[in-house]
């Protein structure tokens, strides 16, 4: 596979370390740019695990810039009985001298122009950045090749029963990307939870000798706490991938399915706020007779090889050996 251009929005978060890792390390991404977003945690913690993460996974060089601080409508919720109060289990990790100015945004405008090819924008956060950069620069946002964003769902929910957190937190900005035209893949609570690691694959982590394997065997330990009485994972497995399986599905496509539909989110009613309605209809219902609009193309991620994704996880962070 020919590398990608990729710039992340995080809202580091247990599972958006995960993913940083799995994309610092995979030889097919050139990881241009992270961006933070308030979403799991404040927006400073985020910024602060972030770098701290990026330096164990050996990617310090990487430029972070922090984002928006909360919502563009929504008030600020966190999920710090998820992540931690810190954002990321507990654990404090150095964090490296320095740091930027520069606002997300403006380094995904700069990014996205001096990419080679067109980048690819992995989204795992709240979709708050991604909305400010669709309407502060939509010209440079046309020139991405595709938008990925970890969220939504075309089932129930996990923030309510029927909207997944990053949906929940900031529907106006879910509303803002799908109805941007960006060709899109939702990565939602479909497929979110299907892909995951067993007690081996932890315990490989474990036994390994490289910071960035030993710092995700600890992100998992956590996570398996979390996941253990939920019954969302598949049997077999302890802790879910969650965002880090965004990632390996854009390393390795054949790993997801996707269908494309019509995607719309709900941004007013108390109850169903955040829910994103796909619709999955052959046919057009008196609604949209009768004017209503069904949304944008998107494709929907609906079924994962979750094994699959979980070895390339682990070759990955262990090295070329797998562990
Ligand atoms: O619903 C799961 C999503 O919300 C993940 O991205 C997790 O990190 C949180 O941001
Ligand atoms: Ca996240």
Redesign the pocket.
Known sequence: MAQVEVLID???????ALALSFAALHPDINLRAVTCVA??ASLDNVYRNTRAVLAVAGAGHVPVARGASRPLIAAPRD?AH??GHNGLAGLDLAVPEGGSDIHAVELMRREILASPTPPTLIA???LTNVALLLRMYPEVAARLDRIVF??GSASIG??TPVA??????DPEAVAIVVDSGIPTVMYG?DV?YSAAVSEDDVAALERSSRPVAQLCAKLFRHMAVKDSDQKRIPAGTIAAL??AG?VCAVVDPAGLTTHRFPVSVCTDGSRSRGQTIVDRRSHRGESELNGASLGQPVDVALAVDGARLAQLFRRTILGSSGG
């Open positions: 995080v809202d580091t978060g247990v599972d958006d979403g799991n999920a998820v992540h795992l956060a709240p970890m969220g996990n923030a997944e957190f990053n949906s929940w937190a609570l979110f969650g965002d965004t």
